[in-house]
């Protein structure tokens, strides 16, 4: 099993800026894709940013692109969202997952950390 802890999730003025991390403990694999979610109160959860064992593939969601930066360190276990210029619509409770099996889709998910950005 692996567990996933996200941090550093709170509140923050709109334009301003926080960095979430996720550190997965337990049985890891190096190789598994990693990606942050968000669900808003009242919505899906929808996809944000993804990133590859190696860090060469990234994909963000069209509204994040420009502001928000994923990357993970595959000797610490983390991966990380360091989000800038946050907008109030980007309130939602963040949430890590990873594909711990390639080819399964993601299997694994940290129990979240909150964002709220007030305007």
């Known amino acids: 099993q692996v567990q996933l802890v996200e941090s550093g999730g709170g509140l923050v003025e709109a334009g301003g800026s926080l960095r979430l991390s996720c550190t997965a403990s337990g049985r890891t694999f190096s190789r598994y894709l990693m990606g942050w979610f968000r669900q808003a109160p009242g919505k899906e959860r929808e996809f944000v940013a993804a990133?590859?064992?190696?860090?060469?593939?990234?994909r963000y969601r069209d509204s994040v692109k420009r502001r928000f930066t994923i990357s993970r360190d595959n000797v610490k276990n983390t991966v990380s969202l360091q989000m800038t210029s946050l907008k109030p619509d980007d309130t939602a409770v963040y949430y890590c997952a990873a594909e711990t099996d390639r080819g399964v889709g993601y299997d694994c998910w940290g129990q979240g950390t909150p964002v709220t950005v007030s305007s």
């Open positions: 990133i590859n064992w190696s860090g060469g593939t990234i």
